[in-house]
């Protein structure tokens, strides 16, 4: 090969556009194709790589490599890392052992601490896995045992749908800047959206499932020990990170999860109160978050109930003082003429219970909203749209595929055309509206004349 190797690698091949392997590596195919767009797609390069904190300068070189073989290797010489990623800005180099697994192959953690070994062995920066597993960020990677690891050196995590969106972003907003990258990067898109990448999307729930739901059915309580509730969740976090990148593509827009600050540091933690959220509530829920929206999209998977729940919650304007005047406010922005199954809870002040009513029921007679609360005024709102899914909903495949449906299609229906309300900006008081009727003379006089 033309380029010269690092000299920490005694074997190696640049990253191939083109790359001529057997048609059945598929791995080291596709491998190949994403890190060579990597280091030949500006935008799409500092894009992946600023998500495991690396950002890219004007002068920072970026170069990638396919089937390596290191010269330091105390470990077994099967282990060969399926790529390397490096960055050199000046003196400094930041270097990434990449591991990837395509279609169904899952990663395996005892590997990952192997190739942890390596890069500390020959002083990479981390390691970086690549699957069809997803991550809620790249910094929180989705086998326990590797971040339960007492390792240094970090591994990070790109789901391939992550890398497919980032690529989809990128075109659909026109950001990439030249004619021939914007043209390869979408070579990658068409490529990774073929089945022969083995490229895909979350798809099913784990067996667990099924019998989860039959235990609920029944009117059983989940043992604080179950061995049904951990699989379920693991599954529900994967599938709620394929619905933001769902939503991404759909929308053009940067659609990410919106977890508390402790979850977000600490999957464990999150771990922990959503296993207990589950066994209290028998639901699983989720918020996502939309670049602008009026709020964050709520998902609640009600298993007694075996539905699903959609919404979102809005502050009611102040500057109205009716109910019936807060209800028309919100009425009047959702312009979708079918709303069945489409509910909109009212949040009373104090101990006063929340309210609900049918959307339709409102828009007919609005004054409906005020019965049983003639003397308050609600200070919120929830909108959501609820689907009973009957048998689908304990299916490991319908529950996703009806899920997939029903979040974009609230989003697209309702929630993209709402707007929050927000308090108008202040306007200059009468007989204020110059410097001299604010000077200390003047507010001495306000003074001596107040009258309380």
Not at 8 to 30: C, D, H, I, M, N
Not at 98 to 116: C, F, H, M, P, T
Not at 125 to 153: E, G, W, Y
Not at 344 to 369: C, I, K, M, V, Y
């Amino acid at each position: 090969m033309s380029e010269q190797l690092p000299e920490y690698l005694k074997q190696g091949e640049a990253a191939r556009l083109f790359p001529v392997l057997s048609t059945t590596s598929k791995e080291g195919r596709t491998t190949s194709i994403v890190l060579a767009c990597v280091s030949k797609v500006e935008e799409f390069g500092s894009e992946l790589l600023s998500s495991v904190g690396q950002k890219l300068g004007k002068r920072t070189k970026v170069a990638t490599y396919t089937e390596v073989c290191f010269e330091k290797q105390s470990g077994s010489v099967n282990d060969r890392p399926d790529g390397l990623i490096t960055l050199k800005t000046g003196s400094r180099e930041w270097v990434a052992l990449i591991e990837a697994k395509v279609g169904n192959n899952d990663l395996d953690a005892s590997q990952l601490e192997r190739y942890r070994a390596l890069a500390k062995e020959n002083g990479a920066d981390c390691v970086i896995s690549i699957s069809n597993q997803f991550a809620t960020s790249p910094m929180v990677h989705p086998l326990d045992d590797v971040r339960k690891s007492r390792s240094k050196i970090p591994v990070y995590h790109w789901s391939w749908m992550h890398i497919l969106t980032i690529a989809d972003l990128l075109l659909s907003s026109e950001g990439v800047a030249d004619t021939d990258q914007k043209i390869l990067l979408n070579e990658l898109r068409r490529f990774l959206t073929h089945e022969s990448a083995g490229v895909k999307g979350f798809d099913r729930m784990p067996r667990e499932w099924a019998e989860l739901n039959k235990l609920v059915s029944s009117g059983g309580s989940i043992p604080a020990r179950s061995p049904l509730v951990l699989p379920v969740l693991q599954a529900w976090h994967q599938e709620t990170r394929d619905l933001s990148l769902i939503l991404s593509r759909m929308t053009g827009a940067n659609v990410s999860e919106r977890l508390p600050r402790k979850h977000a540091a600490d999957p464990a933690s999150r771990q922990k109160d959503e296993l207990q959220d589950l066994r209290d509530a028998h639901c699983l829920k989720c918020s996502l978050s939309v670049p602008d929206a009026a709020a964050t999209i709520d998902v609640v998977a009600d298993i007694p109930r075996r539905s699903i729940d959609v919404g979102m919650t809005l502050r009611a304007p102040e500057d109205k003082k009716t109910t019936k005047a807060r209800v028309n406010w919100l009425l009047r922005q959702v312009k979708a003429e079918k709303v069945d199954g489409l509910f909109l809870r009212l949040l009373w002040p104090g101990a006063s219970e929340a309210t609900q009513h049918a959307f339709q029921d409102l828009r007919n007679d609005p004054d409906l909203a005020s019965e049983g609360k003639e003397h308050l005024v609600p200070h919120g709102f929830h909108l959501f749209a609820s689907e009973r899914l009957g048998a689908k909903f304990t299916q490991q495949t319908n529950f996703i595929a009806e899920l997939e449906v029903l979040v974009p299609k609230f989003y697209g229906d309702f929630g993209s055309n709402i707007s929050a309300w927000q308090r108008k900006a202040p306007q200059i008081k009468q007989g204020r509206d110059d410097s001299e009727d604010v000077s200390t003379e003047a507010l001495e006089e306000d003074s001596e004349g107040f009258e309380p």
